[in-house]
């Protein structure tokens, strides 16, 4: 009945798609419902400090599965134009991802949900389940899935049709001898929001004040359609009500999913791990969005932190938290060492195995030798980040930005330019560009591209600019940054339901 042996263990990786890392009960809100994720963190250890790659879908999900950064990868922002069919680009063809060394080690592959890495039909080597939306996202209803390349169009809630293929796909692998890898990809909190979810669960939020969500005045870097910002809706409290829905129907439907991993008596064999993408504002600094809520495209915490628990009774020490900075690019590799396989492959780029983290091998002492420092980037905007301070650097010529996080963890009065601050820039400026040498592949170094947070048309190649369309934020808008906006090409820039 799939993997009984806990240190061969089953897999169940669930994605959320633009879920803030405050967006958890047991995160710290306590005006979310999440009861399903806040019992798995109590069986589980919760990652504090866990970063996305990029601050935006395409780039941060192509790295939680290759290891590597953008500059390495080639995916530099969501990915738009031709999604299925034979002229969608697979643009993780070429890649080795923690996926295949599970399939090559005898693992049964499934996924359930969102892909959106390019030619999102086709299935994965390795994957005997492939039920994968068409694109980025859409509306919840009427969602336009693909099985195993074929379109099937689905008239359900899309974050229970999703658990629903999921535990079908439970169901015909508790028989088999071998263990299961599985995604489940959620598209939601993603927008759209507004009417989109179960009424009932709606109905909780109706008289919620929001307080987590403070709504600030705009950022000065916030495109805007139509007085809106780009990245949000017309109706703020909708959307609000919208997006604490999301969260908690897909907490629900998750519970669904653990409920029947216990019924086929799996719990102490499947490890289940839990995170999304990217981080997400809903009005924390003025913006609605991530990454490229604004432009220049930001690295808040709020877009670049995401949620992260890992749980395996027995095996994973319970009701922990891990300040620890970690990243997506970690994970890969700690996935393998957990399921007993040689994690090395996927430590020769920047990423490292934390599963003693997890396990409780790491003593205190080893744990305070780990990297203290995580690397974000999206085009040509980059970030360091320390426990005690954080760097962003805008080539070629700025904005930069300096934040004190000990003494401004908000991230709210920009040092860059303070004079007793010049020292901390020079020693970040130069780890940054050093880290990011070693790391990136210089035919793929998002450094010099035309990145603005509109979207990716095709791979980098020897026509990079025709890759990222359009080439400027001007020829998004035909407005400056700052200024109101009209709509323009890409995921939630005009107007309509595709997304990243």
Known sequence: MASRNPRRPNILFVLSDDQGPWALGC??????????????????????NFFCTSPVCSPARASLFTGQIPSRHGVHDYLDGVHVGPDAVDYLAARRLFTDELAQAGYRLGL???????????????FVHWYAHESGGSPYHGAPMYRDGRLEPTDGYLTDVLADDAMAFLRDEAGRPEPFYLSLHFTAPHKPWKGQHPPEVESLYQDCAFTSCPQESPHPWVPLVDGVPIGGEADTRAALVGYFAAVT??????????DLIGE???????????????GF????????????GTYPQNMYDTSVKVPAIIAQPGRIVAGQVRPELLSAYDLGA???ELAGLDARPFERGPGRSFAGLLTGADQDDDAADRPIVVYDE?????????????????????????????RDPGERVNRVDDPDSRAVVTRMRADLEGWFTTHADPRLDGRHLPVVGAGQVGPVGRDTSAAFLPPSWEAVTGLSAGAPRRPGRGEGHDGSNRCD
Do not use: C
């Not at 129907?249 to 999913?257: E, L, N, P």
């Open 281 to 292: 504002n809903t009005g924390h600094h003025g913006i609605w969005g991530k990454g490229n």
């Open 334 to 336: 700690t996935l393998l």
């Open 264 to 278: 086929l008596g799996l719990t102490g064999s499947t490890l289940v791990v839990f995170s999304s993408d990217n």
């Open 112 to 126: 359930s949900g969102k892909w959106h890495l390019g030619a999102n039909e086709r299935p994965r080597p390795g």
């Open 378 to 406: 999206y085009g040509p905007v980059r970030m360091i980040r320390t426990a005690d301070w954080k760097y962003v650097h805008r080539y070629p010529d700025g904005p930069h930005e300096l934040y004190d996080l000990v």
């Open 249 to 258: 129907a897909m907490d629900a439907a998750i519970g669904r999913v653990l």
């Open 27 to 48: 995160a710290g809100n306590d005006e979310i419902q999440t009861p399903r994720l806040d019992a798995l963190a109590a069986s589980g250890t919760r990652l504090d």
